[in-house]
């Protein structure tokens, strides 16, 4: 079955960094595009950055563009989120994302928090 597991999250502060790991299981990994989401407290769920199969970053969002970085290792049927220069709004669960066979995948989800 797919399996979808994020690590990296903590707490961090204002102008630090992390990288958010998403271990990937059950598909063929390097086919697929996979995306990072988020969601912070009261909000919608909101996409981050996302990255095709090839290894191309597909899109940011506005937020991310400048900090983040998404990248992949289809070696290790894992995807990347580095996350420089963070601000307190970037305080979320961020998920890892993936549409196999038209169904949404969703990890656990790993928490970020930035304290100013």
């Known amino acids: 079955q797919v399996q979808l597991v994020e690590s990296g999250g903590g707490l961090v502060q204002a102008g630090g960094s992390l990288r958010l790991s998403c271990a990937a299981s059950?598909?063929?990994?390097?086919?697929?595009?996979m995306r990072w989401d988020r969601q912070a407290p009261g909000k919608e769920r909101e996409l981050v950055a996302g990255i095709s199969g090839g290894g191309i970053p597909t899109n940011y969002a506005d937020s991310a563009k400048g900090r983040f970085t998404i990248s992949r290792d289809n070696a290790k049927n894992t995807v990347y989120l580095q996350m420089n220069s963070l601000k307190p709004d970037d305080t979320a669960v961020y998920y890892c994302?993936?549409?196999?066979?038209?169904?949404?995948?969703w990890g656990q989800g790993t928490q970020v928090t930035v304290s100013s």
């Open positions: 994302r993936a549409i196999i066979a038209r169904r949404l995948y």
């Open positions: 059950g598909f063929t990994f390097s086919i697929h595009t």
